[in-house]
């Protein structure tokens, strides 16, 4: 058995773990492990060699404390609409020997594997996106380690915010979901939290911001700063989702990002001190947290599996804290975002108190 692995989309904390999952298993059954770079540029190359990497138990065994992924990642998608290079991908994978392909990815590269296989390429997939907000699964790798940076600098932030008294917009990563702004904001008490499932009336901000800051003054000047924990895919009512000054990168992705600095733009004339701050690819840059080197290990080690059982098409998956396997053509049914309802308090722009004990405890 000779597999390819690649890594597609944005990078995340987890795959490298991952990577080293997927070796450790298949050493295990004395099948071969081919690393694709770049994900799925490697298979729609002209020449593929400068792509292909054999990868070892000796070679991975230090992936498991790196960040970023060591096969590297892009947007590549040999499917989308307008360029179709399923024919090329089908004649590198068979030039390359290869039996099976595990994409580790999110809805893009996932998406497009799902496609490929329909198609004739073998395909397993492992989920991956800091924005949690992959159909399917429960978990997709880098969540936890993007959490822990959020935390950690919100902490940060407080100790300057407290000093000068700033109302302090932290801008985080989300571009269709929230969970990211709504777990980390929870994590760092955040007094407000701006999430994309919920458009944000400005005056409903400042009049919540005003209101909180009265009753911090009762208690002195050590509280009168706010943080605001604002995702990147947060807008306004009435504007459009997307803001107008937004770019399309080379793979016709809009890039967002400055929605905190254009709300405290807004903000200025209401408040004496307004900060703004986004975290962007510090989010990715950490070194995988204990949960997704766990994470990464397990999804790798489940991958191959599967292989192994024959269940091709199909991503591995955490469904009510369980390792399950869903086609993967379910990557492409609506995102995973936040029930409002449920998670979102309206009132206070924040989370939602969630009871979780039940009476008898
Ligand atoms: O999808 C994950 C993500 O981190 C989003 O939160 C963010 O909008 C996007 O990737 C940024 O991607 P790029 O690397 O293309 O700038």
Redesign the pocket.
């Known amino acids: 058995m000779r597999i390819g692995v690649l890594t597609g ?4 904390p987890g795959l490298n773990p991952a990577i080293a999952g997927v070796v450790e298993r298949a050493s295990k059954y004395g099948y071969e492990i081919i690393g694709l770079k770049r994900g799925w540029e490697a298979l729609v190359a002209k020449d593929t060699a400068p792509y292909v990497v054999k990868l070892g138990p000796e070679i991975v065994r230090e992936y498991s404390r790196l960040g970023g992924s060591r096969l590297q990642c892009s ?1 590549t998608n040999p499917v989308s609409e307008g360029i179709d290079r399923t024919e090329l991908v089908i004649e590198n994978v068979k030039k390359l020997g290869l039996d099976v392909i595990i994409a580790i990815g ?1 809805d893009d590269t996932l998406g497009a594997g799902a496609v490929l296989n329909d198609r004739g390429v073998p395909i397993v997939g492992i989920p991956k ?3 949690r907000d992959l159909a399917g699964t429960e978990y997709s790798l880098g969540y936890d380690t993007a959490l822990n940076v959020i935390c950690d600098s919100a902490e940060q932030i407080s100790h300057s915010a407290r000093s000068h008294q700033t109302i302090f917009f932290l801008e985080v ?3 269709h979901a929230g969970w ?1 702004a709504l777990r980390g904001g929870e994590a760092a008490f955040a007094d407000v939290i701006l999430i994309p499932e919920y458009s944000l009336k400005i005056e409903k901000l400042v009049s919540i911001l005003e209101e909180k800051l009265e009753k911090s003054s009762k208690m002195g000047l050590d509280h009168m700063y706010k943080l605001i924990v604002v995702a ?2 947060a807008h306004i009512e009435g504007e459009e989702e997307v803001r107008k000054d937004a770019k399309i ?1 080379e ?1 016709g ?1 809009y ?3 400055g929605v905190g600095n254009y709300l405290k733009g807004l903000l200025e004339h209401n408040f004496k001190h307004t900060r703004y701050m986004a975290l962007a ?1 510090l ?2 840059g950490a070194s995988p947290s204990q949960k997704d080197r766990q994470m990464g290990r397990r999804f790798g080690n489940n991958a191959v599996e599967m292989i192994k059982n024959g269940d091709i098409g199909y991503m591995v998956a955490m469904q009510k804290s369980r390792l399950v396997k869903v086609f993967l053509k379910e990557v492409k049914k609506s995102p995973s975002l936040v029930d409002v309802d449920k998670y979102y308090d309206r009132e206070s722009l924040n989370v939602k108190i969630e009871w979780t004990l039940s009476n008898n405890n």
């Open positions: 989309g944005g990078d995340a947007r999110g996106t800091i924005d990563m989300g571009r990211l990147e895919g990168d793979f992705h890039s967002i990002g690819y989010q990715r």
